[in-house]
């Protein structure tokens, strides 16, 4: 495509804005628990470019896709592993139509929740797992492969390794952190944001960055730490609308678009180059992140 890469975009000064929840999304569109989320590409192409759309329209740079879950070891609690190529290439795809030919589709890549400390995996598996989604990804229309919500290290390197090896894709990983009592950060295995950004940069990632378990408040203090870590590489957000309350047994997330949408000078200051949404997050969200963007001239 002509259009330029993320980290060619992020070089020449761009903020850019990615976009925002598709979980609750699929939920409000009538999906229900246990059903496959990745199986609605193909049944349910329509509404899953719904919400493509919606994110286009409210003004982000970028989409994900609906195969967060799409690697085969997860695809066959659902009795989908032999469709793993099928149900990757449909996502990536529909996005690709929502995004046209001027925006980006970063397509989702989520941990496959195995770990090799606990035997239930190799690193030489993940490889393979990760490979095969890739492919199909970028088959389907991928500009780049957003690996996410990660927490242990040698799982997100194999996902960058795969994606750097089978594919032309950039290669973008983030994770997922939380504050611990002492007021520092890190994910479930313990990794701090540092550790996070020199791992994923040694391992080849064109975008390094986090996602989910956080606030806008707390992701600048978590970007600030990967930026000291790695001074060059272009730092995504996909921060959650807030920590969530349960009201009434729902979990609920209080983060208006206003109040994402004023920190988002503080996330560009502490280094932040591409910024969206996780959980709790809606087109508004992203449309007001856009204004906040625009305003500062980026």
Same mark, same amino acid.
């Given at each position: 495509m002509a259009k330029m890469t993320l980290v060619e975009a992020v070089a020449a000064g761009r903020v850019l804005v990615s976009d925002g929840a598709w979980g609750t999304f699929l939920q409000k569109k009538g999906m229900q628990p246990g059903e496959?989320? #990745?199986?609605?590409?193909?049944?349910?192409?329509?509404?899953? +470019?719904d919400i493509a759309k919606s994110y286009i329209e409210a003004g982000a740079d970028m989409i994900e896709s609906d195969?967060?879950?799409?690697?085969?070891?997860?695809?066959?609690?659902?009795? +989908?592993?032999?469709? @793993?190529?099928?149900l990757n290439q449909a996502?990536?795809?529909?996005?690709?139509?929502?995004?046209?030919r001027d925006h980006?589709?970063?397509?989702?890549v989520g941990p496959t929740g195995m770990m090799t400390v606990m035997g239930d995996v190799t690193e030489a598996d993940f490889v393979q797992f990760f490979k095969e989604?890739?492919?199909? +990804?970028?088959?389907?229309?991928?500009?780049?492969?957003?690996?996410?919500?990660?927490?242990?290290?040698d799982e997100a390197v194999a996902a960058?390794?795969?994606?750097?090896?089978?594919?032309?894709?950039?290669?973008?990983? @983030?994770?997922?952190? #939380?504050?611990?009592?002492?007021?520092?950060?890190?994910?479930?295995?313990?990794?701090?944001?540092?550790?996070?950004?020199?791992?994923?940069?040694?391992?080849?990632?064109?975008?390094?960055?986090t996602n989910c378990g956080n606030g806008m408040e707390r992701m600048v203090e978590i970007v600030r730490?990967?930026?000291?870590?790695?001074?060059?590489?272009?730092?995504?957000?996909?921060?959650?609308?807030?920590?969530?309350?349960n009201v009434n047994g729902v979990d609920v997330f209080p983060e208006t678009p206003a109040d994402m949408a004023a920190l988002v000078p503080a996330l560009v200051a502490a280094g932040a180059n591409i910024i969206?949404?996780?959980?709790? @997050?809606?087109p508004a969200h992203i449309a007001a992140i856009k204004q906040a963007v625009k305003a500062l001239g980026k």
């Open positions: 496959c989320p #990745e199986l609605w590409c193909v049944t349910h192409a329509s509404d899953v +470019l195969s967060f879950g799409g690697t085969r070891c997860k695809l066959q609690h659902f009795g +989908l592993a032999d469709r @793993t190529t099928e996502a990536a795809a529909i996005s690709r139509q929502a995004a046209g980006w589709v970063i397509a989702s989604q890739a492919v199909a +990804l970028e088959a389907g229309g991928a500009d780049a492969i957003c690996i996410e919500t990660m927490s242990a290290l960058i390794q795969a994606t750097r090896a089978h594919t032309r894709c950039e290669a973008i990983c @983030t994770f997922t952190f #939380e504050r611990t009592v002492q007021g520092t950060y890190r994910t479930m295995m313990g990794v701090s944001p540092a550790q996070a950004a020199q791992a994923a940069v040694e391992a080849g990632a064109h975008v390094i960055g730490e990967m930026r000291e870590a790695a001074p060059t590489t272009p730092i995504l957000v996909h921060a959650n609308a807030g920590l969530p309350k969206g949404g996780c959980c709790g @997050t809606t």
